[in-house]
């Protein structure tokens, strides 16, 4: 699978996730590949096959699935674009315990690419529980489905989170790399899809007002809030040993924060976009367990209203330990320790059932040195800031002090 190049048509393939009947394929996967369908980005040699562990009949899967897409697309549904994308859709049973389900799962794959020409093209996507990514790995290399051979590419998506620890992730990482060989393989974060996220390069390099001043001379700080009014709903199982640091920050936050600290990439182009993220992530000043104490907060929602919803206390919620120490939300406190960022405080902030959502991105420019209206109240005066809206309002807003239209000398915040 090579780099796409607009204008350029795209490849023929199968489409495997793992995972069909799970949230992320409902609310992110199925959409995303309608949204493709809308703007006629899919081959059109093409085939979707959706991996369940229990088997489900093509039109229940499909029900389900347009569900999700009726809900969270992000343009209007039309039944004919509907109709083309699920004709090809085919469910599966597999499960990664049962050794002879991948052997079958291999016999009606290797039917299907035939009878949907695919030419052997295949991209399997891992939309389960993290513990299941290796045992899918491992069935899937055994049984030869992701040999590279007669021209035909293989590829696996991992979604996030990709261990719970950097032993774990290790360990992961060095078993898909004996099963596949590293361009293969597609280490994921979907946030990443995100328009506004997408933008923020563009906004940092492609503007010569902001780049500049994008410095410790003229940023005083960075907060970073992703902040969701839902709870855990029906994932206590899966939360409750994760918790809201290991499920958002590592992945989602710290992308957003090496989109904002990174430095000028030598081109635009995925490894030098990659290699740039990661020197300011290993930049991240690493804190004694005092100082990490002094600049972390956890803590958990209990029973409360959110509007008129009634939130159930995470500790009642199905599938969680009733005495459950599991952080729901989380902030922190974080330095960068380079050039560019040395004293300007990064802070990171998530959590669940919170009053309000929002995902943003806020800069805080430093004050202006010389202080000319000296005699405007204080709390006339605005704070300089530029706000990267992702979700659910996306733009960009500045804020900044303009003069009122009023003979006297009085300042108001403008955006």
Not at 391 to 415: D, H, I, W, Y
């Amino acid at each position: 699978m090579t780099d796409f190049q607009p204008g350029q048509a795209p490849q023929s393939c199968a489409f495997v996730i793992f995972g069909v009947t799970g949230d992320l394929t409902r609310r992110l996967i199925v959409p995303a590949l309608y949204n493709l369908a809308a703007e006629e980005l899919l081959p059109d040699k093409f085939c979707v096959v959706g991996v369940a562990r229990h088997g489900i009949s093509k039109d229940a899967l499909c029900e389900a699935l347009l569900k999700g897409v009726r809900e969270f697309a992000t343009r209007r549904v039309e039944d004919k674009i509907v109709k083309r994308l699920f004709e090809c859709v085919t469910p599966v049973e597999a499960d990664s315990g049962d050794a002879r389900s991948f052997d079958r799962l291999k016999e009606q794959l290797e039917g299907l690419e035939v009878a949907r020409n695919t030419g052997g093209n295949r991209l399997f996507y891992l939309a389960t529980p993290p513990d299941a990514f290796a045992p899918i790995a491992r069935e899937l290399g055994r049984v030869g489905l992701l040999k590279e051979d007669g021209g035909a590419w293989r590829r696996l998506v991992v979604e996030k989170p990709f261990g719970n620890d950097l032993a774990s992730a290790r360990a992961l990482n060095l078993e898909l790399l004996s099963i596949l060989n590293e361009h293969q393989i597609y280490r994921i974060d979907h946030y990443l899809g995100k328009e506004t996220v997408q933008n923020i390069l563009v906004l940092r390099f492609a503007n010569g007002m902001f780049e500049p001043i994008w410095n410790r001379h003229h940023i005083d700080h960075v907060q970073i809030t992703v902040e969701e009014t839902l709870g855990i709903g029906h994932r206590g199982s899966f939360y409750d040993a994760v918790g809201a640091l290991r499920d958002m920050v590592p992945n989602h936050l710290f992308q957003l924060l090496s989109l904002v600290a990174m430095e000028p990439p030598a081109r635009f182009e995925a490894h030098s976009v990659r290699s740039e993220k990661g020197e300011v992530l290993a930049a991240i000043q690493t804190q004694s367990e005092e100082e990490a104490l002094r600049n972390s907060v956890r803590g958990q929602y209990t029973v409360g209203k959110i509007g008129d919803t009634v939130i159930p206390a995470y500790r009642e919620t199905e599938d969680v330990r009733p005495d459950s120490t599991t952080e729901t939300y989380v902030a922190l406190k974080l330095q960068i320790d380079n050039w560019r960022w040395a004293g300007v405080p990064f802070y990171l902030r998530t959590g669940k059932a919170l009053s309000i959502e929002r995902t943003e991105v806020a800069i805080k420019f430093r004050e202006a040195p010389l202080m000319m209206f000296e005699r405007a109240p204080v709390e006339q005066l605005a704070e300089n800031y530029l706000v990267i809206g992702i979700e659910p309002t996306e733009g960009v807003m500045l804020q900044f002090n303009t003069k009122c239209p009023v003979p006297r000398s009085e300042l108001a915040a403008c955006k």
